[in-house]
């Protein structure tokens, strides 16, 4: 059967990583899983490299690096490369195709993203994954019910998926101000994983956007004490010190590993720009707004109404970038 293996060996190397990759995006969001998962999709591709499923689960391992936030420069390279092998086996093979979207939207290739994934939906109208992605897309255009729906969808097709549905589902409420609809999301993904980082990460951001920096900021503090290592989550805590009045501690949150993870992800990029736009560094931050968008981070009912921008909101530059952005959401809009 195409996809799959005969090799006992590769085929057990195989399933070590997907307990890996699935402990990682559905619990721990740990450095050490996914990394673990990688070197085990790889020995399966090497053992047998016409094991189109091992290939594909690598490049999506090296995708979900990214879209966690502990993105490297070259992870989206690395990703399609095995994506490129996987789909020349098995040019079917969902999850490839599916993730290949990402990295359409990476290479700034938004149309091409939003064909592939309408594609998708039309043949696997029924995977969880083609519904994820559709409801990045959506988010990043500011479509926002689009967004929910495809989220909902996710959860009831598999209700393991009920946590990354739940902080998905409550970064759009947050978009949209209602702040206690966030929250009771949030509290059904915690009651299956009280300790996953994205959770407790967008908790933290819900409870700032409601005037609650203090609390927000005690739990961001908390997550990177136990997990250093995500370095795309700092901007945002960055932004709380700012706000706290913590300068010099908010920039110290603004590494070099920040910086190059904010390079690879959409929303990491629009967050190191909000932290500068915090601290007043117009430059940087309207450099990283261009980056998110280059990205495909069109949200422009968001950009709009973010406070972490009021300091920038009149300035010329960035009116013209925000009135650059132009998705099938912003034209319904105007």
């Known amino acids: 059967e195409r996809g799959k293996t005969a090799n006992a060996e590769a085929y057990e190397e195989y399933l070590r990583g997907r307990d890996c990759m699935g402990r990682f995006i559905y619990h721990s969001i740990a450095r050490k899983d996914i990394d673990e998962a990688i070197e085990h999709f790889e020995r399966a591709a090497d053992l047998d490299p016409s094991f189109a499923l091992a290939l594909s689960a690598l490049g999506s391992a090296y995708a979900n690096r990214v879209i966690k936030g502990l993105g490297e420069t070259g992870d989206h390279a690395s990703a399609q490369e ?3 092998k996987a789909l020349a086996l098995d040019p079917h093979l969902l999850e490839a195709r599916m993730h290949m979207v990402l990295i359409y939207l990476s290479r700034g290739e938004k149309k091409k993203a939003r064909d592939a994934a309408d594609q998708l939906r039309r043949e696997a109208p029924n995977d969880v994954g083609v519904h994820f992605v559709r409801g990045v897309l959506a988010r990043l255009d500011g479509d926002y019910e689009k967004a929910l729906r495809s989220y909902e969808r996710m959860a009831r097709l598999n209700p393991a998926e009920r946590v990354v549905a739940s902080y998905n ?6 978009y949209q101000g209602r702040y206690d609809e966030a929250l009771a999301e949030l509290d059904q993904g915690a009651a299956l994983e009280p300790d996953h980082p994205l959770i407790k990460t967008f ?3 819900t409870l700032y956007y409601h005037g609650e920096p203090v609390k927000a900021a005690e739990i961001l503090e908390q997550v990177l004490e136990q997990q250093p290592q995500l370095d795309g ?3 945002i805590y960055a ?5 706290l009045g913590f300068s010099d501690e908010a920039r110290a949150q603004l590494t070099d590993e920040v910086k190059k993870t904010a390079d690879t992800d959409h929303d990491v990029a ?3 720009a909000s932290a500068y736009a915090m601290e007043g560094e117009r430059d940087e931050a309207l450099k990283w707004l261009r980056r998110a968008i280059a990205l ?3 949200n422009k009912q968001w950009f709009e109404h973010d406070k972490n921008w009021d300091s920038l909101r009149d300035d010329p530059e960035y009116q013209r970038i925000i009135g650059s952005i132009n998705t099938p959401a912003s034209e319904n809009l105007d």
């Open 82 to 84: 095995a994506f490129d």
């Open 169 to 174: 589902r409550a970064r759009i409420f947050r």
């Open 203 to 205: 908790r933290a951001r």
């Open 233 to 235: 989550i700092r901007p």
């Open 239 to 243: 932004t709380f010190l700012s706000a």
């Open 270 to 272: 629009y967050w190191l």
């Open 296 to 298: 495909g981070n069109e």
